[in-house]
């Protein structure tokens, strides 16, 4: 068997999607055309991995009638699954869009989660690493979690010698990164390391000087910091790259960073070189703007794409 990616999502969600053409407050709204999709980052990385063709397991924490849509949805698209079940609801994430395109969400905290939970998750996490080569970690995690859940993560994948993508923030992205063991990439976008490190970064050459002098950054492989339509400005052990893009039609960028977590972790798995790395991880990202769909992409256009991304390095 071939291995796979494990793809986490602590505290996924059914995504409800109500469009109206004008929201009225205090009356009864009828909506006709509802659309209800699995959500949370890991699961649109487990997507466009799925599109990529590279094995994929969907895991984390899930429970009730929400879990199981979540999971069905998951057979209807082929992708395996390994979540731990809970015996509490995952959440609902309602998006009113209203008025000419304005947006209202309503987002359920989801399950309150105790130690034993944890206890039990770690040990069914530690349970899926057997013939997994990469493990890609997304999001928030669910209210009674520790704040050092990743890192216990982390360093579970890593007596199997398995690299750990993280693409969190706040507190799990720091107490991660001043952990023993390391992600071996984290994917923030500018405003997270902005609040990672509680000050606003103004420039690139600012935010490079950041990557080379934080303390935080040390030891960890890769850190691609996602600029949305700029690209990414990349550390690379001591090294750093300026990635950028040619000019695309954006159709809808919601779940772009997903996307370039899951082009990186099918180049890693792959055992690709650092430029194929880079690339792969910007063009997946570029893709899923292209299409209404999040977690979606036009695998026909990838080298067409893959082609125009331009790496510089940096001194
Ligand atoms: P996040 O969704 O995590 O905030 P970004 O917005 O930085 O991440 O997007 C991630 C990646 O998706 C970018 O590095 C780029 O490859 C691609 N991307 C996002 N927005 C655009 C855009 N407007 N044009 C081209 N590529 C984009």
Known sequence: ?????????????????????????????????????????????????????????????????????IENKLDEAKIKHAFMPINQESR?????????MQQTEILEKGPVLTQRDEDKFLIHFENSLADV???????????????NLYEKMIAI??????PVILDS???????????KHKPFLIKPNQE??????????NDLAELQEILSQYSIFEGVEWVVVSLGADGALIKHNNDFFRLTLPKITVVNPVGSGDSTVAGLASAIASGSNAFEIMK????????????????????????????????????
């Open 1 to 69: 068997m071939s291995e796979s990616i494990l793809a986490v999502t602590m505290n996924p969600s059914v995504d409800i999607s109500y469009p109206l053409d004008t929201l009225k407050i205090n009356k009864v709204n009828r909506v006709t055309e509802v659309t209800k999709t699995a959500g949370g980052k890991g699961l649109n990385v487990a997507r466009v991995l799925h599109q990529l063709k590279t094995p994929v397991i969907a895991s984390g924490i899930l429970g009730g009638t929400i879990g199981h849509f």
């Open 280 to 315: 792969t991880g910007m063009t997946t990202g570029m893709l899923n703007t292209m299409e209404k769909q999040t977690g979606f992409i036009n695998k026909a256009l990838f080298n067409e794409y893959y082609n125009q991304v331009e790496i510089i390095k940096l001194n």
């Open 133 to 147: 080569s990469v493990v890609t970690i997304s999001g928030s995690l669910p209210k009674g979690l520790s704040d």
């Open 92 to 100: 609902n994430c309602i998006a009113i869009l209203h008025d000419d």
């Open 157 to 162: 994948a890593s007596t199997k010698e398995i």
């Open 192 to 201: 997270e390391i902005a609040q990672l490190i509680e000050q606003p970064i």
């Open 169 to 179: 923030s706040g507190e799990p992205l720091r107490v991660s990164l001043v952990g």
